[in-house]
Structure formats: structure tokens, C-alpha cells
């Protein structure tokens, strides 16, 4: 009789709960960063690219009075999510992580906190929240 249950190795708990806070770190460090650069460095940058952001202003105003808040929150999250990459990375070469990787979820999350940056950096270069 052919047995049906699941033979893939399952992933350990910890490594899970670490693509879980890698994963909620990188979108909370794209979400701080894209309300940061909302109310100054996105519209003039979409403008330059030719595409209208009148919808920025309710997310400008909400995030305004915050934006150095905002910002600290941003960049925690990014240093988070930096350092849980780099020590999954470390503990893979290692071969003390599970051997089960999820390249999808570690390329969204790379792509995540590129754009985290880069909007970070859009927005000190066009105007500093400072």
C-alpha cells in the first residue's frame, strides 16, 4: 500500500520564524520608507518620470507630523532584516540551518530592501527629513 503522507523534509521552526521576522522586517522597512518619502521626494520623483502622485498628499499628511519617527522606525526595520539575512546566509554556508531554502521568499525580500534603501536615499537626497 502506498503511504501518502508528506516525505519532504519540513522546515524547522526556527528557520521558519526567521524567514517570518525577516520577511515582516523588510515590508515594515518598505512601508516606513515609501511614508517617508511620500510627502517630499516620491512625487517629485514620479513627476520626473511623468506620472502624477496627487494621491501622495493624504499619506504626506498623515506621515508629516511622524516623519523622523517614521524614519528611525524605517531603518531599524531595514538593519533588521539586513542582519537576519546575513546570518541565515552565514549559518547556510555553515551548514548548521535546515537545508531547506525558499528562494522566492528570500528574492522578495532582497527586492523589498532595495527599495527600502533606495527610497531612503531618494528622499535624503532630494530632501532631508532632518
Known amino acids: 500500500m502506498t503511504d501518502f503522507r508528506n516525505t519532504r523534509a519540513s522546515t524547522p521552526p526556527a528557520e521558519a520564524g526567521r524567514d517570518a521576522a525577516k520577511t515582516t522586517l523588510a515590508t515594515g522597512a518598505l512601508v516606513a520608507a515609501f511614508g517617508v518619502a511620500s510627502c517630499c521626494a516620491l512625487p517629485v520623483a514620479l513627476a ?3 506620472i502624477g502622485s496627487a494621491g501622495l498628499f493624504a499619506i504626506a499628511a498623515l506621515v508629516g507630523p511622524y ?3 517614521i524614519l528611525a522606525g524605517a531603518v531599524i526595520c531595514l538593519l533588521g ?3 537576519l539575512m ?3 546566509r552565514r549559518a547556510r554556508a555553515c551548514g548548521t540551518a535546515g537545508t ?3 528562494p522566492v521568499l528570500d528574492r522578495i525580500t532582497q527586492v523589498a530592501l532595495v527599495l527600502a534603501l533606495g527610497l531612503l536615499v531618494l528622499t535624503f537626497w532630494m530632501e532631508p527629513p532632518l
Open 67 to 69: 516623519q523622523l519617527q
Open 81 to 83: 532584516a539586513a542582519v
Open 100 to 102: 531547506r531554502r525558499r
Open 86 to 88: 546575513w546570518r541565515q
Open 48 to 50: 520626473a518620470l511623468g
